[in-house]
């Protein structure tokens, strides 16, 4: 049987007249990654009395936005696991480090854009200038028009017309989902640390569009299941489609929203490493029904001493 030396290290690269420094010995490091929440975060807990620490205040060392960066593994074998800046400067013992990925940029960053028939792609050029833009860059919004909005704030709002942002590294990704071509990661479901699985519930769903027209008049779509407590909507403006296109793309909504699934999480060791996006190919001796090819919507990395874990939130599954 094989064994693995757990290890990891925290990275505060040198920053505005800081020096650089490392964390090797730290007491916990919870990461939080979904393509749904717009941004990752990460809080490091580690005692106060580190070495070097005593040599000057805590102040000077931890500043909110500084940069960080947590890599995780074994052997030696690390991952860069998350990136970012302290977000909460730690008071009080033990000190608790708050971190949030390259979003807490785009959160202090006002813009205004005023464009006509602006495309997904220049858009995000435009509210997030300097990092890569992965998108579908044919993605027409229409007329666009923010004034003085943090640039997260537009995420928000291209959110409510099912586009969700998110970061990978410095590519700033927006689409309706999180889903790459990777090949499945392979795991026996009893081999795993644990798992709280269960079929997904397939609920009536209606969904309803509505687009608001150059000239003012307003255009709803509705498709599905009638009287449906779950109820999806999606607001469209200054962009001119058809009602028979608006009804295609409910009824893709619809598809998407009764695909079967599982819910709860299954949590893994520290290996294989996983991401949102990727897909798990599950497998069970005891409870086959379970078995099948799913989509990773959200992971929870905990990183603790003797123990290093994965929670998955499984999403829909893989046709």
């Known amino acids: 049987m094989s064994t693995y030396a757990q290890y990891g290290e925290i990275v505060f690269p040198a920053n505005e007249g800081r020096q650089g420094f490392r964390i090797r010995r730290f007491s916990e490091c919870t990461i939080e990654s979904s393509w749904q929440s717009l941004t990752d975060t990460a809080e490091i807990i580690t005692p106060r009395k580190v070495k070097d620490f005593n040599r000057m ?14 890599w995780l593994g074994y052997d030696g074998n690390l ?60 993605q027409l919004l229409g007329n666009v028009r923010f004034s003085n909005m943090a640039s997260s704030q537009i995420l928000d709002e ?8 998110w970061f990978e590294g410095k590519e700033l990704h927006a689409f309706s989902k999180s889903k790459n071509e990777l090949d499945p990661v392979d795991i026996q479901l009893e081999r795993t640390a644990s ?29 599905g299941d009638k009287g449906a407590g779950k109820r999806l909507t999606k607001e469209l403006s200054g962009i001119e489609i058809s009602e028979d296109e608006m009804r295609r793309e409910a009824k893709k909504i619809y598809d998407e ?26 497998n069970s001796v005891l409870y086959p029904e379970k078995d099948g090819i799913y989509y990773i919507d959200a992971v929870t ?8 874990r994965q929670a998955c939130k499984l999403g829909d599954k893989a046709v």
């Open 195 to 223: 798992e709280s699985l269960k079929q997904k519930a397939i609920e009536d769903t209606m969904v309803i569009i509505s687009l608001i027209r150059k000239k003012g008049k307003k255009l709803k779509v509705e498709y």
């Open 57 to 70: 205040k805590v102040s000077e060392w931890f500043r909110e936005g500084d940069p960080v960066e947590i």
């Open 301 to 308: 990395k905990t990183y603790l001493p003797g123990e290093y």
């Open 158 to 165: 291209l959110k409510k017309q099912g586009i969700h942002s």
């Open 257 to 282: 929203a009764k695909q079967p699934g599982l819910d709860g999480d299954v949590t893994l060791f520290g290996v294989p490493r996983v991401q949102h996006g990727m897909k798990m190919n599950l």
């Open 79 to 138: 991952e860069l696991e998350f990136s970012g800046y302290v977000s909460k400067v730690p008071a009080g013992i033990p000190l608790v480090i708050s971190c949030e990925d390259e979003m807490y940029k785009l959160k202090r960053q006002t813009v205004s854009v005023s464009k006509q028939n602006c495309t997904l792609k220049e858009l995000l050029t435009a509210i997030a200038p300097g990092y890569i833009v992965v998108c579908d860059d044919s």
